[in-house]
């Protein structure tokens, strides 16, 4: 009996897509007013050249676009499966990229990674310092002898879960801490894990077109260190999430720990593969991500503020409005999607371009104004 496919988890072709036919629901989506940046770029020409192409890992221009077919409420709508993928079919991710990162000219420009924490010139200030509730600096990383988990397989996850474990063994100091597999937590573990919002679960229908969910839940896992100040996720989406978090709004401390998390990884790695080179990584796109979004740096930093009066005269567009001016987002009470109630979670928008101590500054420069607009709002 044929297995049922969860949309929520499997990979799912479009019809004409799985067949390598130009896809009829594009033509429908290039018709909106409103389209990814997948929809704005693609073109018949581009397919009917690169239709037939596979990388040396097999992945496809079907492959690249079948979340923005599949999904035409995608922002971006394409993602690579190896580091080929952006050389190979630069038509499309050249465009998708330069849409995306703002500014940046792939013919001129180069990516450089700085995360040298004496570097922030901005400080919070003090108003701001009160209302932040938490701190979250994330960034993403992909190993260079393995294909991105969209073009991976069962085996490829559970070899990067195998090979990061041992990884995990040399971690010391603060950075030591315990490895939970997905195959194999405890209920009381996987409770613990969720209350305290560290567990990744997977159910994304975008994420499963793309092919991050496939085999569910082999090779996922979370590390998680004594203090519970810095996690890994593994096989999440990107092969590894290095995060650094803790209450407060200590920003310097949480970007010196990512910052130290992620070179631990690295001469880990180098540790106990014996290469020289351990990071998927490009003279211009920088670190090299499944989705273009998060090309160069791969991070994502980010503060809960708690500003009760602003969101009830402006609202959540206000408060975006105001940080997309000045290279931020905002995001809901809970990340991406989720409600907004009393607080918002400010973080950097760009990532590709410019060093990490750069969007770290961008985020506490956005925070202080949205802190000093709260205050200026009578009760």
Known sequence: MAKVLDPYYDLIMDEDLANNEWPKLLDEHQKQEKQSIMA?????????KYKDHKTANGWTLA?????????????????????????????????AVEAY????????????TDMDVKK??????????????????RCARNLSFFPLNTCGTKKTREDIAELMEGVFGTFTGDLAGTFYRHTTMTEDEIKSLVDK???????????AASGYHAD????????????????????????????????????????????RGAAAVEEGLKKVTSRDEVYMSHPVLGMITCCPTNLGTGMRGSGHILIPKLIAKIG?????KVARSMNCQARGSTGEHSEVIDRVDISNWRRLGYPEYNLVEDMIKCVNVISQMEDEIED
Not at 73 to 86: I, Q, V
Not at 226 to 247: T, V
Request: net charge negative; with cysteine.
């Open 40 to 48: 704005q770029t693609m073109t018949k020409e581009i397919w009917d």
């Open 63 to 95: 492959r690249a676009i079948n979340t923005g077919v599949t999904n035409p409420t995608s922002f971006l709508g394409c993602h690579a499966g190896d580091m080929e993928s952006y050389s190979d079919f630069a038509p499309l991710f050249n465009g």
């Open 101 to 112: 990162h703002v500014g940046f000219d792939m013919e001129t420009m180069k990516h450089v």
């Open 120 to 137: 922030i010139g901005t400080a919070l200030e003090d108003h701001a310092q009160k209302k932040i509730i938490s701190t979250r600096i």
């Open 197 to 207: 919002h560290f567990l990744f679960r997977g159910k994304d229908k975008m994420q």
């Open 216 to 259: 569910w839940p082999h090779g996922r896992g979370i590390f998680v260190s004594k203090d519970e100040k810095f996690l890994m996720w593994l096989n999440e989406g990107d092969h590894l999430r290095i995060i650094s978090m803790e209450q407060g709004g200590d920003i310097p401390s949480v970007f010196d720990r990512l910052g």
């Open 316 to 320: 959540f567009e206000g408060i975006d």
